[in-house]
């Protein structure tokens, strides 16, 4: 009898434990405040996409500025935000705008812009499709053609490869893409190097990358509306499929991460190593694009 | 130390008795350390759950999503509104998911894993002795990234020349992890069938059995609660493995119709996702959901093992 109640003690305890814990998200989120952003050691976390790109930069700031030690890590773009958002990391990198992120308060943290990133769609070497129209690739990716006869390919089922949902390349391809449509359900990567690998290696795919990845012999990128992924067409807006790289800061970036943010958005890695990684630099671009996707020119 | 402790008091009987000694007080330390280290353990343990639990509930008690829609539905929608402006939480395909390649897995490599066992322990124990359990273990501790980019680059372009298609799939997936859990069930056969002691084999034999009729009628009987114990903590590794399955299966969030589509588990999706959304937000707790099911799978796993562990089919003699 007694065992009996305090079995039933802790199980009601359990529960209430349990109750509480779930309405009260304080208890178990991210949500510790603040640091503010002007350590001599700065963290980075977030987006993969631009991860190689920062970590280049931050070992030729190390060596310029012996005492600022910087770690990069990656964990994506919804870390990066939630990260920086948190105060815990000094930068949270993001491929997407802060606002473009649910549960995210745009309002606490500061965005700087730090380079452009064009996305292409690209297919296995065997489609000698080299040139799609918009609506095109639009009906591909949301299921409504599934054989490349249909877009003059060779007779041959169309094998759709997307990245995980909620990744920064899939939403700016999807925003410039599919205009609110929803896209099929297929098969999902989660890195640019996966779906490198897997349009290398599977016949009749279909996926998109980052400008920086599009290499390799067995893959090629595809034209779209008879216009090709270059720096000049991404900087007019003729190559409508790019965005930004965001650093998001804690509040007013200050001290050493304030002079970092400025470092890379110098013209010495700009033009050098944003390049060579296959970003654009900022200071080219002859138009502006806002988190809803609107294109003014400047 | 006993005669130190003499030499050192002036009052060496009265000393000796009151004063503790150095072995009892290492005893004591002994003792507080490995408690305190329990604790720890407790408090790790209870923490993980009730971190995992309350967080996995939010979707359900913030979030406002139907528990029931959560677990049937099946259209996975998490970022892109549907026409109504809706997103949709449904998890069925990848609980199908989950489960299809973990029960596959284990009934394809149960009987591979029990000729090896028989094998190393009735048929060649000494030669299975030396270089097969080596080999089993060695196969135990391979990290899982291993397996799946053999998959990724053996396994999956095989499929697709096969059979055409993309080769991502359940079946691809099958085949991972059977490799992955044919070492774990084999080792635990083996120390099932060492269970079954000598005088089993030896009163079969004597009493004319082949060794078929030994092996099939006798020492597999009484092993079947180790067997059975065996294939279970395979399928709960074969149920919980993230990564080699997330490089093969496809990770498509439909309900597969078919052993090549591309289809995904829990834990694809989970590891996929957790990277791309931000704390707080409904895309977050889902996964934290997805990953309660997890944890409770893995419970109910461990309750099956213990179930099947209290009976045994072994009686040790001497009427």
Same mark, same amino acid.
């Given at each position: 009898m007694k065992k009996n109640l305090i079995r039933i003690g802790i199980i009601l305890i359990a529960v209430l434990a349990l109750y509480y814990g779930s309405t009260h998200? &304080?208890? %178990?989120?991210?949500t510790v405040s603040s640091t503010?952003? %002007? %350590? @001599?050691n700065i963290l980075i976390v977030g987006s993969t996409a631009l991860q190689p790109l920062v970590e280049k930069a931050s070992s030729m700031y190390e060596k310029e500025n012996p005492n600022t030690s910087i770690s990069v890590q990656g964990g994506g773009s919804g870390a990066g935000l939630t990260q920086v958002q948190a105060g815990s990391v000094q930068i949270g990198d993001s491929d997407?705008?802060?606002?473009?992120?649910? &549960?995210?308060?745009?309002?606490k943290i500061v965005d700087h812009k730090v380079a452009v990133v064009g996305i292409a769609p690209v297919v296995n @070497?065997?489609?000698?499709?080299s040139n799609l129209s918009m609506k095109q690739l639009r009906d591909i990716f949301t299921g409504k053609i599934t054989n490349w006869k249909d877009v003059g390919g060779p007779d041959m089922a169309i094998t759709v490869v997307n990245r995980s949902s909620g990744s920064g390349t899939r939403t700016v391809f999807e925003d410039s893409v599919l205009k609110g449509e929803t896209a099929v359900k297929a098969q999902e990567q989660d890195s640019n190097g996966t779906v490198q690998k897997i349009i290398s290696s599977t016949p009749g795919s279909i996926s998109y990358l980052a400008s920086g990845y599009i290499? &390799? @012999?067995?893959l090629r990128a595809v034209k779209v509306d008879n216009v090709s992924l270059t720096t000049e067409n991404i900087e007019n807006n003729k190559w409508k499929i790019w965005g930004y790289e965001h650093m998001y800061t804690h509040g007013k970036a200050e001290g050493q991460t304030a002079s970092f943010i400025k470092y890379f958005k110098s013209k010495k890695v700009q033009n050098g190593i944003v390049k060579e990684l296959g970003y654009i630099p900022l200071a080219g671009m002859k138009v502006d694009k806002n988190s809803q996707g609107k294109v003014t020119s400047k | 130390m006993a005669r130190r402790n003499k030499k050192n008091s002036q009052d060496p009987i009265k000393e000796s008795l009151l004063r503790k000694s150095i072995s009892a007080k290492k005893d004591m330390f002994g003792r507080s350390l490995s408690l305190s280290a329990l604790i720890l353990i407790g408090v790790v343990v209870f923490s993980i759950f009730f971190f995992v639990l309350s967080r996995g509930l939010m979707a359900f008690t913030l979030d406002g999503i139907n528990p029931f829609k959560f677990i049937f539905g099946t259209v996975w929608n998490p970022t892109t509104p549907d026409s109504n402006g809706n997103l949709q939480f449904g998890a069925f395909p990848m609980i199908v998911g989950s489960f299809l390649v973990t029960l596959l897995s284990a009934l394809v490599a149960t009987p591979f894993a029990i000729a090896t066992a028989l094998f190393m322990v009735e048929l060649q124990s000494n030669w299975g002795k030396k270089i097969m359990h080596p080999v089993v273990e060695l196969l135990v501790g391979i990290p899982s990234v291993v397996y799946g980019f053999i998959g990724l680059t053996v396994v999956v372009p095989l499929l697709r020349k096969t +059979?055409? /298609?993309? /080769? +991502?799939g359940i079946l691809a997936g099958t085949i991972v992890l059977f490799v992955m859990i044919l070492p774990t069930i084999t080792s635990l056969t083996v120390d099932a069938l060492r269970n079954v002691p000598n005088h089993y084999r030896e009163l079969a034999l004597a009493i004319g059995a082949t060794r078929w009729q030994m092996i099939y009628k006798v020492i597999l009987r009484a092993a079947t609660p180790g067997i059975l114990t065996a294939v279970v903590f395979g399928m709960a590794r074969a149920f919980g493995e993230a990564l080699a399955v997330q490089m093969v299966v496809g990770n498509a969030p439909i309900m597969p119709n078919g052993l090549l589509e591309s289809a995904s588990t829990l834990t694809s999706i989970l590891t996929q996702g957790i990277g791309n959304t931000s704390d707080g937000s409904v895309q977050n707790d889902v996964l934290w959901t997805l990953a309660t099911l997890l944890l409770i799978m893995s419970l109910f796993f461990n309750l099956i093992i213990r179930f099947i562990g209290k009976r045994t089919n072994i009686t040790q003699g001497g009427h």
């Open positions: 998200r &304080g208890l %178990t989120s991210n503010h952003a %002007t %350590t @001599k997407i705008f802060a606002s473009q992120e649910e &549960g995210i308060k745009p309002s @070497k065997d489609i000698n499709v290499s &390799g @012999k067995n | +059979f055409g /298609g993309s /080769g +991502f």
